[in-house]
């Protein structure tokens, strides 16, 4: 069966220090890998989408950036954090057929930029 | 992007059906309706979803407008583990988007006992 494994699950970093989440799936291959954050109370917002290893599209201009340096590892960096950049963030896959499948999240990692 | 709009939150008594709706009035041919729910300090959690017509599995059913432009999540029997955040999302079906989607800010559902 197919697992997505996210980590740390929470995190505490000063305002400009770098940042990197990383996130991996098992049990499938060249799946759609997907980066969201959410604000509290609020729904999800699309951060980052990948196809494929090496191609990242982004959806909003930000301090963050993503990379897809194997088929199925999904890495969120920041080189300076910004106080906004505090958020839950979330890390999904979804097979390339949408017809018959929908998104699998991690658990999240929930980041307070201090 | 295709929106949804949901209402904010619901009530719902224990053991009771609940009819959770959502509305997409720009949705175009090839968008998928799915619905998620998510628990505090959780991820999202797929529930169903379809294209036209309606969908059953064991976790609820969706009942999806003859013109596409609603669609309404059946929880038949709700119960206090069902008390959650619930997303309705379109999903682009091909293309170079294909899977994107957008969330909402989701209902809000509360289940009394």
């Known amino acids: 069966s197919q697992t997505i494994h996210q980590w740390p699950a929470t995190l505490v970093q000063p305002v400009g220090s770098p940042l990197s989440l990383e996130c991996t799936v098992e049990?499938?291959?060249?799946?759609?890998l997907y980066w969201y954050r959410q604000a509290a109370g609020r729904g999800l917002q699309l951060l980052f989408y990948?196809?494929?290893?090496?191609?990242i599209s982004s959806e909003v201009p930000q301090n963050l950036s993503a990379s897809r340096p194997q088929d199925r590892q999904f890495i969120l960096s920041s080189k300076k954090l910004l106080l906004s950049d505090s958020g839950f963030y979330l890390c999904?896959?979804?097979?390339?057929?949408?017809?018959?499948?929908?998104?699998?999240f991690g658990s999240g990692t929930r980041l307070t930029v201090v | 992007d295709a929106k949804t709009t949901q209402p904010n939150s619901m009530e719902s008594n224990e053991e009771e059906p609940v009819h959770l709706p959502c509305n997409h009035s720009?949705?175009?041919?090839?968008?998928?309706i799915h619905w998620y729910r998510q628990l505090p300090s959780q991820g999202p959690e797929y529930v169903i979803h379809?294209?036209?017509s309606n969908v059953n599995n064991r976790m609820a059913s969706l009942a999806i407008a003859e013109d596409r432009k609603s669609s309404t999540l059946i929880l038949h029997r709700a119960t206090l583990r069902d008390a959650a955040v619930y997303y309705c999302?379109?999903?682009?079906?091909?293309?170079?988007?294909?899977?994107?989607?957008?969330f909402g800010d989701g209902t809000t559902l509360t289940v009394k006992p």
């Open positions: 999904a896959w979804s097979a390339k057929t949408v017809a018959n499948y929908g998104y699998t």
């Open positions: 049990g499938t291959s060249n799946p759609n």
């Open positions: 990948s196809v494929g290893i090496g191609q």
């Open positions: 720009t949705i175009s041919g090839t968008d998928y």
């Open positions: 379809g294209l036209t």
């Open positions: 999302i379109l999903r682009l079906g091909w293309g170079t988007n294909a899977g994107k989607s957008t």
